[in-house]
């Protein structure tokens, strides 16, 4: 009965956080390829299973508050305002996330702006599983792995919307020269534009210490 009700809490907040990915993409009708599907429950262990319970309820919020601010202030200030907004560091929620879960909490990607936020191995296998994945058009799923030291990871995909073209976009079309020159200026070693809408950004790595 237990173990009923943590899958079907699971199933709510997967409903719940591909809602919130495509009201951010405002493409509710069209079916994304590569777009975050739903792990099957049935394939994970019972223990794994509140592992990426709890990593959905770290990311979830985690998206939404970083979409809300980047987009308000965009709206309030343009690029040159909102270039710090992307950044996970800059949010207190992280904090006490982290806390509250006992957690590191990261995004990486292969094309990475801040190279702080270079993958280490196990993250680049990741990313590179994930983009053979989103190159064969399957979905998404998240995953959890054992990592050294009892540690347990937890991976999700992060994926392109409009919203982020204007920074990690192509350069000269969607990037404005002039915004650019603020992003490379604080960024001198960036990688990270020439995406497009729906592209696999990078990804979620979070790092349990049970
Ligand atoms: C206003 C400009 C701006 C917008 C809009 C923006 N980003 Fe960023 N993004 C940045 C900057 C600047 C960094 C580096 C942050 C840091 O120093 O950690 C960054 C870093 C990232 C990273 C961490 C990996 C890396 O490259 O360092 C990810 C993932 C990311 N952005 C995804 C997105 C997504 C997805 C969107 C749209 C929802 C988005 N960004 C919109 C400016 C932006």
């Known amino acids: 009965m237990k173990f009923d009700l943590t899958k079907l809490a699971l199933l709510l907040t997967l409903l719940l956080i591909n809602g919130l990915a495509q009201s951010c993409g405002g493409k509710s009708t069209e079916k994304e390829p590569g777009a975050l599907a739903q792990p099957d429950p049935d394939h994970l262990s019972q223990e794994d299973l509140a592992?990426?319970?709890?990593?959905?309820?770290?990311?979830?919020?985690?998206?939404?508050?970083?979409?809300?601010?980047?987009?308000?202030a965009l709206e309030a200030g343009g690029v040159q305002h909102a270039v710090?907004?992307?950044?996970?560091?800059?949010?207190?929620?992280?904090?006490?996330?982290?806390?509250?879960?006992?957690?590191?909490i990261r995004r990486t990607s292969l094309?990475?702006?801040?190279?702080?936020?270079?993958?280490?191995?196990?993250?680049?296998?990741?990313?590179?599983?994930?983009?053979?994945?989103?190159?064969?058009?399957?979905?998404?799923?998240?995953?959890?792995?054992?990592?050294?030291?009892?540690k347990?990871?937890?991976y999700a995909p992060?994926?392109?919307?409009?919203?982020?073209?204007?920074?990690?976009?192509?350069?000269g079309t969607d990037i404005a020269d002039a915004d650019y020159a603020i992003i490379s200026d604080l960024y001198p070693k960036d990688l990270a534009t020439e995406y497009k809408s729906g592209?696999?950004?990078?990804?979620?790595?979070?790092t349990f210490t049970p």
């Open 158 to 171: 992060i994926l392109v919307q409009e919203m982020c073209l204007k920074c990690h976009g192509i350069k």
């Open 51 to 72: 592992w990426m319970q709890k990593g959905l309820d770290i990311i979830g919020p985690s998206q939404q508050v970083l979409g809300g601010k980047l987009k308000a």
């Open 84 to 104: 710090q907004y992307c950044n996970i560091a800059a949010f207190p929620l992280m904090d006490s996330l982290s806390q509250t879960y006992q957690v590191k």
């Open 152 to 154: 347990k990871g937890f």
């Open 111 to 150: 094309k990475a702006r801040n190279p702080k936020d270079a993958p280490d191995a196990a993250e680049r296998e990741m990313l590179e599983s994930f983009t053979a994945r989103y190159h064969a058009g399957e979905s998404l799923d998240p995953v959890i792995r054992n990592l050294e030291g009892g």
């Open 199 to 206: 592209d696999l950004r990078g990804i979620w790595s979070l």
